[in-house]
């Protein structure tokens, strides 16, 4: 083979090498990063790195790709002399990872000093929850929240709904190494929670006790309940359906009224049957007692005075309610206990970093 052609071929392969290298998959790119990082070539680590952890190469990566990636690169960052750089990638990789630490085997101390020292101010918790989860309302089921802390600090979870409104506080204090929460599927009142789309909630505190409501990992839940058939409760009674247990003063004449209309039958009735017959004593006898009965009927009617045949009348009614809603609410309670709660939980995580 001739010298031109040697030159021709390195010419062309030069130029193809260079393109690989900068125009790879995110695994190549990955490669070249480190081997440029291990010969101590940062600038070019980090400026692949970067090309890496941005669109579109970065949503092939999985959590640990990406947290290797960031590793690297915040130390390249370091070695470049860019500190500001350095801790701005170390936050991410603690939002992504709040447990991962820099492997001392291949990094030095200054790094994972640097990293130890930007995780501690950065309290952030790494949820695990079950993709789905089943219990019986009855069985005192729980859906399990796993947290894993950044570093020592308080947590609030919390089940809200869709637009933010809170549903359900589950824990509020301090985590330690990790805690595990449990919620029962029940709202503040006690009431049974469900939704196409709810949210678990951990928001962490400042270190030192400052609020930093920016700070959040929320996952989406979707709740189910599932054979859950209660039956209606019986209407209350109505005002028409009882009758009155005082007298008012229509009832006092009404009696009054009747006891004279029938004085008054008793008297003009045998005249009329049997015209030109002698009036009797008697009717007249019958007719006194009837007007004195209505009399007497009208004086103990008066406004105000308690009616206890209705009032009889009136327990016996509410009695046979109240045996109607104690068995439908009887029935309903075994029906509630005996449904299942069904909660999916997104595969997604979404982590909200503060503006520092």
Known sequence: MSVRVVVLVLLLATPLRAQNTGGGTASDLMTG???????????????????????????GLGDAERTRALTYLGAAEHYRQRHDSAIAVFRRLVLLAPRQRPDTLIFPPEITRLYNDVRSRTPVVAVRVPADTEFSVGEGGRLVAWLYPSTPHRVTVAISREDGRPLATVFTGPIGDSLDVRWNGRDSTGGLATGDRLWLTVASEGVGGARDPARMVRIPLRVELQGLDTLPHPPPLSARQLLPERADRGSGLRLLGGGTLLAAAAVSLPAILAPGERASGTRFVVAGALT????????????????????????????????????????????????????????????EADNQ
């Open 33 to 59: 990063a480190i081997r440029a990082y291990q010969d101590l070539d940062f600038d070019t680590a980090a400026r692949l790195l970067r090309r890496v952890l941005t669109p579109p190469l970065v949503t």
């Open 292 to 351: 004195v009965g209505g009399l007497v009927g009208y004086l103990s009617r008066r406004t105000g005075s308690p009616l206890p045949e209705n009032a009889a009348i009136n327990r016996t009614r509410r009695d046979a309610w109240r045996r109607q809603e104690d068995t439908v609410t009887r029935e309903n309670a075994a029906r509630i206990r005996a449904a299942r709660f069904h909660i999916h939980a997104g595969s997604e995580v979404a982590v």
